[in-house]
């Protein structure tokens, strides 16, 4: 894996759809320059310990389904007063279930927002100055390991890179990945290359998501890709295209 190839990647997406504003957070919308949807257009600056807690349940609500979806179920959660650790370890769980169904998988996320719930509380982790190990939060029941990655790096900044099926598919795309690498592999190519730089690692991670969206979906749009020129789907049917 060439690390120039990956910066190369990055700086073309930075340019062509700039800053992600992400991870949204909807409590937090139309304050400190976030949008009506809670999407930031600067860098993220403190967190609250229920903003901290709202990005960490929303990795988790994320899993198998849209951000359309979660932003949904996030409003619904706020609105009935339940995004807060402590109010969803004393909610029955049948009734946080109910709350979150537009997420799908309602009853399986339910239990895990209780165990991070109270795994966060126990261990004051959604305090200033703490943040939870990742081999920790990897022992929780039904946290993998994007769903830690992605806790950690946008909840506390700590720079572990989200490796998603979205930066499979457009780097085994542009040949930077074979398809047979491991999951921290792959992060660890990619976190290095910045030198764990945790706003990079976050801004990447978005617009990788960005771009598999809206260009290098299952079916590809190629038309206007960006990455076009350097994308092996192109090369095959254009040998004189450049590579980065």
Known sequence: ???????????????????????????????EGRDERGYSDKPPGKLSPLSRFEIAAGAVLTQNTSWFNVEKTIDTLSRSGLLDPVKILDVPQSELAASIRQSGYYNQKA??????AAFLLDGEYLQDGK???????????????????????????????VVDTYTKRIFNRLGVLTGDEEYDEIAEKFSSCFKSDAAVL????????????????KKPE???????????LNLQNNPSSKNF
């Open 222 to 232: 190629c038309n206007g890709c960006v990455l076009r020129e350097s994308c092996l």
């Open 111 to 116: 239990r895990k927002l209780k165990i991070l």
């Open 202 to 217: 976050q801004e990447y991670h978005a617009l990788i998501v960005r771009h598999a969206k809206e260009q290098c979906r």
């Open 131 to 161: 943040f939870p190990d990742r081999d920790a939060l990897l022992g929780l029941w039904g946290i993998g390991k994007e769903t830690a990655d992605s806790i950690l790096l946008y909840a506390y900044g700590v720079p572990f890179f």
């Open 1 to 31: 894996m060439r690390h120039g190839k990956i910066s190369n990647v990055y700086s073309v997406l930075l340019n062509a759809y700039g800053p992600q504003g992400w991870w949204p957070v909807y409590s937090l919308r139309q304050t």
